[in-house]
């Protein structure tokens, strides 16, 4: 199974702010669109991303007065990424090792979606279950 095909089912959409948008209008689209990371994008390239876990760090160094500053200030800057061909094993274990919950895709140096932890295991508990179903099958037809 690839990236594609979590992308074919869940669709391409990726939402995005711009560096200099207030943190605070960063979390208001986190908690409307309830979601746990946005890509930080200027003139459709990518910057960074800003999850609640950079949110949570930086509220914790730095009190509330943060929420006025820039989405850049706070984000991550060094953003890994994978293709669409990239297998499910391969992001699973990039996420496990690099201790995070989401991966932009990016083909031809274009962001073409975001896949999450919750994406991946969705994925992979329904082929379990299809596998399963099939099993049931082939035993009661053997």
Not at 39 to 51: A, H, K
């Amino acid at each position: 199974m690839t990236v594609r095909a979590i992308l074919d089912t869940k669709g391409h959409d990726v939402l995005s702010v711009e560096p200099d948008a207030k943190l605070s209008a960063a979390i208001r689209l986190l908690g409307e669109k309830k979601i746990g990371a946005v890509l930080v994008m200027n003139q459709g390239r990518l910057e960074g991303i800003l999850s609640e876990r950079d949110i949570v760090r930086v509220l914790g160094e730095r009190g509330a007065r943060v929420c006025e500053e820039p989405v850049s200030e706070v984000m991550t800057r060094k953003v890994v990424s994978c293709r669409e061909s990239d297998t499910v094993a391969g992001i699973m274990e990039m996420m496990t090792l690099g201790k995070f919950r989401h991966l932009p895709v990016i083909e031809d140096g274009k962001v073409v979606g975001l896949i999450s932890i919750g994406d991946v295991v969705k994925r992979r508990v329904q082929e379990y279950e299809a596998e399963q179903e099939a099993l049931r099958d082939y035993i009661k037809t053997a």
